[in-house]
């Protein structure tokens, strides 16, 4: 029991460390809360500090549930639910991070972090490492293709579900783990609200291919006179 504990305990301290902010203010000097979306992300250290930015910040995001993962499997092989709850409180710490505390306007204590798509899916890699083959490259591909980070973060649990249910069935995992990627999508989904209600008025900002084409059609239509 102490020892289960303590793996959830630790697992939220290094998912709390905030690696997007860490690295933007190593790259460039500043405070990655202060752009833009201000999660800490690898979405918004791109947009802070550019491509190898936002690339590392979500490599090091990943590990950092990856690794706690990874932990409790070893640790603590018969506890299956803490090897579940372990990348979940990974995730839960890169999100609402101990190490980014600060008060409101209002005087109320809250605390900052990411969106959690990247740890999901690295805590997922962590529980049965085939999702690294076609969990992460599909969730690139919809971030790419949809334009749209908040879908593609949604779509990281959805994705681990389906392939956690193909791991059950065939006798290769827990069946628990399915729960991993149902606590996840509840988690980034309540992170994701703002974002949410962007996309259902239409206010979202795109990314990836889309939003290349959507800058190519109004750079023609300057050029053109078009409107």
Request: proline share 4%; aromatic share 8%; net charge positive.
């Given at each position: 029991?102490?020892i289960?504990?303590?793996?959830?305990?630790?697992?939220?301290?290094?998912?709390?460390?905030?690696?997007?902010?860490?690295?933007?203010?190593?790259?460039?000097?500043?405070?990655?809360?202060?752009?833009?979306?201000?999660?800490?992300?690898?979405?918004?250290?791109?947009?802070?500090?550019?491509l190898?930015?936002?690339?590392?910040?979500?490599?090091?995001?990943?590990?950092?549930?990856?690794?706690?993962?990874?932990?409790?499997?070893?640790?603590?092989?018969?506890?299956v639910?803490?090897?579940?709850?372990a990348?979940?409180?990974?995730?839960?710490?890169?999100?609402?991070?101990?190490?980014l505390?600060?008060?409101?306007?209002?005087?109320?204590i809250?605390?900052?972090?990411?969106?959690?798509?990247?740890?999901?899916?690295?805590?997922?890699?962590?529980?049965?490492?085939?999702?690294?083959?076609?969990?992460?490259?599909?969730?690139?591909?919809?971030?790419?293709?949809?334009?749209?980070?908040?879908?593609?973060?949604l779509?990281v649990?959805?994705?681990?579900?389906?392939?956690f249910?193909?791991?059950?069935?065939?006798?290769?995992?827990?069946?628990?783990?399915?729960?991993?990627?149902?606590?996840?999508?509840?988690?980034?989904?309540?992170?994701?609200?703002?974002?949410i209600?962007?996309?259902?008025?239409?206010?979202?900002?795109m990314?990836?291919?889309?939003?290349?084409?959507?800058?190519?059609?109004?750079?023609?239509?300057?050029?053109?006179?078009?409107?």
């Amino acid at each position: 029991m102490l020892i289960s504990a303590l793996i959830l305990i630790f697992s939220y301290l290094i998912g709390s460390i905030p690696t997007g902010l860490i690295i933007v203010r190593l790259k460039t000097g500043k405070d990655i809360r202060t752009v833009e979306s201000g999660r800490t992300g690898g979405t918004n250290a791109m947009r802070a500090a550019g491509l190898s930015a936002g690339l590392a910040t979500a490599i090091l995001d990943m590990l950092k549930a990856l690794l706690c993962a990874y932990m409790a499997r070893v640790l603590t092989p018969d506890h299956v639910w803490v090897q579940v709850l372990a990348p979940v409180m990974a995730v839960i710490g890169h999100n609402y991070s101990i190490f980014l505390i600060e008060r409101t306007e209002n005087g109320w204590i809250r605390l900052r972090g990411g969106a959690g798509g990247a740890p999901t899916g690295g805590g997922a890699v962590g529980l049965w490492f085939p999702v690294l083959i076609l969990g992460i490259p599909l969730a690139s591909l919809i971030l790419y293709f949809v334009g749209y980070a908040s879908i593609a973060t949604l779509s990281v649990p959805i994705i681990i579900i389906l392939i956690f249910i193909v791991g059950a069935y065939i006798g290769a995992i827990p069946w628990q783990y399915i729960a991993y990627g149902l606590i996840t999508f509840v988690v980034l989904v309540w992170a994701l609200r703002p974002n949410i209600r962007r996309l259902i008025n239409g206010d979202e900002r795109m990314v990836g291919y889309r939003a290349k084409r959507k800058r190519k059609k109004a750079a023609l239509n300057e050029k053109t006179g078009q409107p």
